[in-house]
Structures are given as C-alpha cells and as structure tokens.
C-alpha cells in the first residue's frame, strides 16, 4: 500500500472518529449526518475497518431501534470480513476477534428491544461465547458485565411469541 492511501484510510479514520466525539458529546444528529456522509463515500464494499466501526457507532446515533439493528448488523458483517492485517496496521496490539463480544451484545440489546427474545438470547450467548477475546481491563470488565446485565434482564423476559404460521404452543 502507497503512503497516500494509508494517509487517506487514516483520514478516514479520523473523520469517524470526530464523528463519534460528538456522539458522546450528546450530537446525535451531527453525529449522525457525518457518519451518513462518510458512509456514502466508503460504500458497503469499502474497506471493512472502516465499515466496522462507522457501523457500529452509527447504530448508537440512530432512535428507531430497528435502524439501530440494521446498522449493528452491517457492523458484524464488516468485522466478518476483516483480517487482523489490515487491523493491525491501525491497531497493533487488537486482535478482530476482540471485536464479537461487543457487536453481539449490541445485536442482543437491539433484539431485545424489539421485543425478539430468542434472537437477542442467541446473540448474548455468542457475545458470552467470545468473552475470552476481551483483555482484563476496564474495556474488557465493562463488556462483561453489560453481558451479565442483559443475561439477567433476558431471564425475566417470556420467550418470543409464535408468529404467523408457526405451531402453537411451541417455543422457536
């Protein structure tokens, strides 16, 4: 890769990570229309780092919880596509798989919120499953007790409601 394009691919980087200071800043809607801009210029078939974490911070900014879904599943499959070649060259010491814990507990809170127990409880195993990806520091420590947090809340949750179609009185 030539020097302009790794400058290019770090200006990118940069431009989304301004975006998210003013996501944690309480701008959504700012925050929101950058990501949105630089999405449109990335495209779904930019580079996977990039679309990783533009995803995921933009499904933090969105209000429909289905928006939110949608976005946390473009994040997934973006991580699904990434190599730890190309993180490593912005992240040394951060291994992809460091990635699934989180991105599966955001898909098990969007479930959640859409009130699609079963999904949100498959999707909070995966995240339980890929726990020992995590590092033990407060990143790592947060993201296992969101884990725990949830797992508790979806054990007082009724399982999901047969939908159309499907075999009363059986559980999916």
């Keep these: 890769m030539t020097e302009q394009q790794e400058a290019s691919e770090d200006a990118v980087m940069t431009r ?3 975006a998210i200071i003013l996501l944690h800043a309480g701008d959504r809607e ?16 930019g580079d996977p780092l ?21 976005w946390d599943l473009r994040a997934l499959s973006a991580a699904d596509a990434l190599g730890d070649e190309r993180l490593a060259r912005h992240e040394p010491h951060l291994a992809v798989r460091a990635f699934y814990p989180s991105l599966h507990l955001n898909l098990a809170a969007d479930y959640a919120k859409l009130g699609r127990t079963e999904a949100a409880r498959v999707h909070l195993e995966r995240a339980r499953a ?6 033990d520091d407060g990143y790592g420590n947060g993201v296992r007790a969101a884990i725990a947090r949830l797992a508790e809340r979806l054990a007082q949750e009724p399982w ?9 009185g059986q559980h999916p």
Excluded: F, K
């Design 16 to 18: 989304i990570g301004q």
């Design 30 to 45: 700012e925050a929101r229309n950058r990501l949105g801009d630089i999405w449109s210029e990335i495209g779904g078939e």
């Design 50 to 70: 990039h679309r990783c974490t533009l995803a995921h911070y933009m499904a933090d900014a969105q209000d429909d919880p289905a928006d939110e879904l949608a």
């Design 130 to 135: 890929a726990t020992g990806a995590l590092a």
């Design 160 to 168: 999901d409601l047969p939908g159309p179609g499907s075999v009363p």
